[in-house]
């Protein structure tokens, strides 16, 4: 079965390798939770749900019977984003080799990247998950003024000594809002670095920026798999919609979901 509905189309292998190259190039680079998650599948996209092991994942063995606790089943929603490439451009570039012009479906891939970093951080009401944000449980860190002294490099040992003491060793991913990732571009007094370069140092590089988060907002995680991770059920795909006025429409999409397996692995700096 061709889930994508490709085979629904005329249209050349090279068009669509063409199209694949901009949408899933587009997405990576575009993607910022990926970069310190890892990821979980694909599982395909017919599955629907996904396990989720907490920390008091058990078997209860009794009166012959065996169940386990501490595991729930987690929705694997689908996200996606439409783009539309008109016919006469198709047979345009077709007709006279030249090159189609992709803008719509980057434009597309820019969305549905967008939509899955705002998911894994801030989560969606409407679907009852949460994210990175928002799940309970998780350790917080009261936050200064970055914009003064040495406040964001204190805030952030802070939180990688509480994350430290509890156990939680490994891959530290700290992500800022833009307002904040400007406020660490300043040069410490008697260092001769920059605030971010401090930070960097103590957690290995791993600092990022992503506009779906809110002014002022900022996040530690320990980001190993016994952790947290992005479980995929398809990952980010593009298939073929409708024929609508000579037209041809795309969806590009995916089923995930973030999968928080011990929320004391995440410190809120707020």
């Not at 901009?22 to 996209?45: D, E, H, S």
Request: include cysteine.
């Amino acid at each position: 079965m061709d889930y994508l509905a490709r085979d629904s189309a005329d249209l050349s292998v090279e068009l669509w390798n063409r199209i694949d190259d901009a949408v899933i190039g587009t997405a990576r680079n575009q993607l910022t939770c990926r970069r310190f998650l890892k990821t979980y599948g694909p599982l395909g996209a017919g599955a629907t749900t996904v396990a989720v092991d907490g920390v008091g994942k058990g078997e209860v063995l009794e009166d012959g019977i065996g169940r386990i606790v501490g595991r729930t089943q987690l929705e694997l929603p689908l996200f996606y984003e439409d783009f539309t490439l008109l016919g006469r451009d198709l047979e345009l570039a077709a007709q006279t080799g030249m090159p189609l012009d992709l803008a719509p479906a980057i434009a597309a891939a820019k969305k549905a990247a967008r939509r899955e970093d705002d998911l894994i951080l801030n989560g969606n009401a409407a679907l009852g998950a949460t994210g990175l944000l928002t799940v309970k449980g998780t350790a917080k860190v009261k936050k200064g003024d970055w914009s003064k002294g040495e406040n964001g490099f204190a805030d952030v040992a802070a939180a990688v000594s509480q994350l430290a003491k509890n156990g939680y060793l490994g891959r530290y991913a700290l992500v800022v809002a833009p307002d904040l990732y400007l406020d660490l571009q300043r040069l410490q007094p008697n260092t001769g670095m920059l605030e971010i370069d401090r930070i960097q140092k103590l957690i290995g590089d791993n600092v990022y920026m992503t506009s779906v988060m809110g002014p002022g907002k900022a996040v530690l995680v320990c980001a190993e798999p016994e952790y947290l991770d992005l479980a995929l059920g398809l990952d980010l795909s593009v298939g073929y919609l409708e024929l609508a006025d000579f037209n041809h429409t795309f969806r590009i999409m995916e089923t995930a979901a973030l999968r928080v397996k011990d929320p004391a692995a995440i410190v809120v700096l707020a």
